[in-house]
């Protein structure tokens, strides 16, 4: 993508501490500001152009840039609030109640402790999680227990992890989410369709679970870890985007492989060659194993460099997290104190 294409995204000039248009500590835009990506044809020669990925190169790209930007003191706090706010805050274990989520939104709500929003200067600002991230039968005790914040539920859909019911059945499940008040749906696909290159078949699914979203926008969750190949994931990416996805996500979570910054570059690549073909801005959610507040600092300055500034807002990025906001509040914690806490300070649900 362009210099002149990356400005044209942007808003006014600031001086903040962060390397942004728009400072750190103010409310995240929490609506769906963008036009949707309405998708496009089946393209096979557009694919084809993408097939050649070059693991060692994306590799080496990676590395450096991990190791030449170093984010201290008040400019690493400042990011890290901005994680917060691209953060997708996610319960999905086998024994969530009802009681949990409410919990977690509460959380979601009020993500950090009073001293610690005092001690950054940030009281009165909305810094808060995008989104609540759900099984199904927890949609409708999230978006009462969110009402009124502009905090987004997201429900994972479609036979979430493996994507092996039917398809009727898994088109039913979307709109019994959407019907009960989820306003995102990440879906995910099955993995067979691809090893197998039934790119039509794939497509075709993928346009019928967003015609079932309705309104409420569609995450594809491509399953990266089970797609054995970058060519795979690359291609994967291609046709959910071409179909209408939203966003583009790496994982479920609960493959033996999660998020890689390898294959993020690879996905946020191809999220920045269908913007240059036809001017839709795709959003990119790295999800599983994304713990760490170190790590999330690696994930947001891949989508600054390769992307640009725009990618670093809610509307385009998302982490898929459960842990994570625990040590961004320990990071933030000992930024103010000098004094690392235990995770017991910051209870989640």
């Given amino acids: 993508m362009s210099s002149t294409s990356r400005e044209a995204e942007r808003g006014p000039s600031k001086i903040t501490p962060l390397p942004a248009r728009t400072a750190a500590n103010a409310p995240a835009p929490q609506a769906h500001g963008i036009a949707r990506n309405p998708g496009m044809k089946l393209d096979l020669g557009f694919m084809e152009s993408m097939r050649s990925v070059n693991r060692s190169a994306l590799e080496r790209r990676v590395a450096s840039l991990t190791k030449r930007r170093s984010i201290k003191a008040d400019n690493q706090a400042a990011w890290l609030l901005r994680a917060v706010a691209c953060m997708d805050l996610t319960t999905l274990s086998s024994n969530d109640t009802d009681e949990r989520v409410r919990r977690l ?36 005790t999230a978006v009462d227990a969110l009402r009124g914040s502009g905090i987004h539920v997201a429900a994972v859909s479609t036979a979430f992890p493996h994507g092996l019911t039917p398809l009727s059945t898994r088109l039913q ?14 879906v995910v696909i099955p993995r067979g369709l691809v090893f197998a290159a039934k790119w039509q078949e794939l497509y075709n699914e993928i346009v019928s679970m967003r015609a079932a979203c309705g309104e409420a926008h569609l995450k594809v969750i491509l399953g990266t870890g089970d797609l054995a190949t970058l060519r795979n994931v690359m291609l994967a990416s291609m046709v959910a985007m071409m179909a209408g996805a939203d966003f583009i996500k790496t994982s479920t979570g609960k493959e033996s492989v999660n998020a890689t ?22 959003g990119f959610k790295p999800a599983g194993g994304i713990s760490m507040a170190k790590a999330s600092l690696d994930w947001l300055m891949l989508m600054k460099e390769e992307l640009g500034r725009r990618w670093l807002e809610p509307d385009l990025f998302r982490f898929g997290a459960s842990s994570l906001l625990t040590d961004i509040e320990r990071q933030l914690e000992h930024h103010l104190t000098g004094h690392y806490s235990a995770n017991h300070r910051h209870a989640m649900a």
């Fill in 173 to 186: 499940e979307i709109e019994a989410s959407v019907s009960d008040g989820a306003d995102e749906i990440d």
């Fill in 105 to 140: 939104c509460a959380k979601a709500v009020n993500p950090f402790r009073r001293d610690i929003v005092e001690g950054l200067g940030i009281t009165g600002e909305k810094i808060r999680p995008a989104a609540v991230c759900v099984y199904h039968p927890f949609v409708a």
């Fill in 261 to 282: 910054l390898p294959v993020g570059l690879a996905m946020v690549r191809a999220i920045r060659a269908y913007f240059e073909e036809t001017g839709y801005l795709i």
